[in-house]
């Protein structure tokens, strides 16, 4: 990739970069996420989330996963991205896999994500495209903020979905930070929203309540 004089240069994943990528979202991602803070994800010192590793690094080999390095070829961005099709969206393999998490905090994160993928019916609405990529995880080294990595690294995804032949691209935002950094690209419709006042457990409470201004997770789209 091209430095774009901007000190830092995007790169595709291999799966030899698991381990760094893994290292990096530990000390960024699992403890910035709104949704990570909420459920206090990590709230021992050293403590790992095994479940959420496995989620992120299950997907880099698709192929479709960057990463943003800086001249001395350290990671200061990550993003996580992985292919969808129409055949292998299945409600109940996604219910069954919510089911089977054995940690009762990401279990949380993952029966939100799930019920925003079943609730957009991304595929529903767009009878005429079977296959798309979406952005899972996104993470920028907080000393690299504002320099506009994350939106290159969308920006990225995005040419690299088109070019393998993907039809759309997908971004669930659950902090108004990426919803806002997504808005401002253009060429992106929210064609969902969920606020986490109306995301109940089984006594009717939220089962986040990030602070503000978090206060909802948007699906965003993109046609490629």
């Keep these: 990739g091209k430095m774009e004089n901007k000190g830092f240069r995007i790169v595709t994943m291999t799966e030899k970069n698991t381990k760094d990528a893994i290292e990096f979202l530990r000390k960024f991602f699992f403890h910035d996420e709104p949704l990570n803070i909420c459920v206090g994800l990590l709230d021992e010192p050293g403590s790992t989330c095994q479940e959420l590793e496995d989620y992120c690094a299950n997907s880099i080999p698709e192929g479709l996963s960057l990463m943003a390095v800086n001249p001395a070829d350290e ?17 109940s393999a996604m219910t069954d896999e919510v089911k089977a998490c054995k940690n009762h905090k990401f279990k949380k994160i993952l029966n939100l994500l799930t019920t925003v993928n079943i609730e957009s019916d991304i595929f529903g609405k767009f009878p005429n495209i ?13 000393a690299y903020r504002g320099k506009g990595i994350a939106k290159a690294c969308i920006n990225r995804t995005r040419e690299l979905a088109k070019e393998q032949g993907y039809e759309l691209l997908k971004l669930d935002c659950t902090s108004h930070f990426s919803a806002l950094a997504v808005a401002s690209l253009g060429g992106y419709n929210c064609v969902y929203k969920l606020n986490y006042s109306d995301h109940l457990n ?17 699906t965003y789209v993109c046609n490629l």
């Design 75 to 91: 990671i200061v961005a990550v993003c996580i991205n992985g292919a969808l099709t129409r055949e292998n969206n299945k409600i």
């Design 130 to 142: 079977n296959s798309l990529v979406e952005v899972r995880v996104l993470s920028v080294d907080d």
């Design 202 to 218: 089984e006594d009717g409470k939220p089962v986040f309540v990030p602070e503000p201004p978090h206060s909802c997770v948007k």
